[in-house]
């Protein structure tokens, strides 16, 4: 038995019945992927989210399907238009406080909106794993560029996110143990929410470090047709995520640029790139050893969002891959400046940056040396040892 099975079977022993809350898995991302993570340590865990799109889990994860339980929400998305359900915000209290959790022994919510906001019972601990406090909310995103709506969306927003703040920051008080996923989240969940989080950075699979055969790098390549050297963009197609700051910089740069991801930022995109063939759109990969060994074949990763984290730009530098990163967020806390990339504040500064770029002066061994320290082993220890202590505070108050 090995140490991760061996924990696997304590952990059962002190909680038997969990309950993992997510928000909406409809777009597989960083939450998603620690959520995943989580599943090592908690097998046994029942999901609960407020709808699931079971063709974009189930080719990774083909026995969730059964762990998961939807809101009513998934039922009216199966009648209503396709996505027309991220249009039904004022629904979102309802939904989560219909889960009906009684009789779990514990309760994680792993959530960057409003997971948190489920109702637990005296004796449940509720643990929050916050991406971030909702950013619409908080940081004032909207998310509407790519969308028809947009002219409407902008003055009910107004509106319906003073509803909404109300009721996030009145859920944060069914909280009981926080955990950031950096440092700079723990400092907004202090801020927003008044509330001292523990940090517990989230962890990169082993096969990131392992590099992909010559055969496989070759197929790759060949099935993506990628050029001989490329930019590369790993993102949901969210405005928040500054894709177009990429494609700006690397049309002025004349680098080819990759861009791997979906969302509903992917039309205004394409209409940015129009007419200028370095820029190539690959839609979602759902092969992570793809993705991976797409992650080898670049010569380096942009990242222009302001992130909590930043899982995308870990998983580069696992695969060897050095980094351009928005000098702000969790990024500083996960780049090394000048051994595994550099920091850029502004799209001119991403544009300098690039025009000068020079792989040779970044070492693969150091730059994987680095991601070490975010690895999922790592967070699966971190994360036992927390959950063991709550366990024993738990026992002190019964």
Known sequence: MTDLQSEVVLIKKKFPKVAVVADQMSSFGGADREMFSLLQL?????????????????????????????????????????????????????????????GYDLVISISAGPGKGVITGLN???????????????????NVRGSKFKALYKP??????????????TTSRRVDYWIANSKYIARKIKKIYDK???????????????????????????????PKEFVLVVSRLYDHKRVDWAIHACVEAKKNLVIVGEGPDR??????????????FLGF??????????????????????????????????????????QDGGLLETIKEGVTGEFFKTEENLKSLLINFDKRRYNKEEIKKHAQQFSEEKFLINLNNHLSQIYEEKKKRE
Request: one cysteine or more.
């Open 285 to 326: 990969v759902k092969d992570d050893t793809e993705v991976k060994t797409i992650y080898e074949l670049a010569d380096v990763l942009l990242f222009c969002g302001l992130e909590d984290f930043g899982l995308v730009p870990v998983e580069a530098m696992a695969c060897g891959t050095p980094v351009l990163g928005y």
């Open 124 to 142: 449940q601990p509720h643990v929050a794993m916050v991406m971030t406090p909702p950013r619409s909310l908080w940081d004032k995103e909207l």
């Open 156 to 169: 009910l927003s107004i509106i319906l996110n003073t509803y909404m703040r109300i009721w996030d920051w």
């Open 42 to 102: 908690l097998p046994h865990a029942d999901i609960f989210t407020i709808v699931f799109d079971r063709n974009k889990y189930l080719d990774k994860y083909p026995n969730l399907d059964e762990k998961v339980h939807t809101s009513f929400v998934q039922k009216l998305s199966n009648i209503l238009p396709k996505h027309f359900y991220r249009h039904l915000k004022i629904l979102t209290p309802f939904a989560y406080e219909s889960f009906d959790l009684r």
């Open 196 to 226: 001292e989080a523990t940090v517990i950075y989230p962890g990169v699979e082993s096969k990131y470090f392992i590099p992909s055969s010559r055969k496989e790098r070759e197929k790759v390549r060949e099935k993506y047709n990628l």
């Open 267 to 280: 039309k205004y995109l394409k209409k940015e790139a129009r007419g200028h063939n370095n820029i190539q």
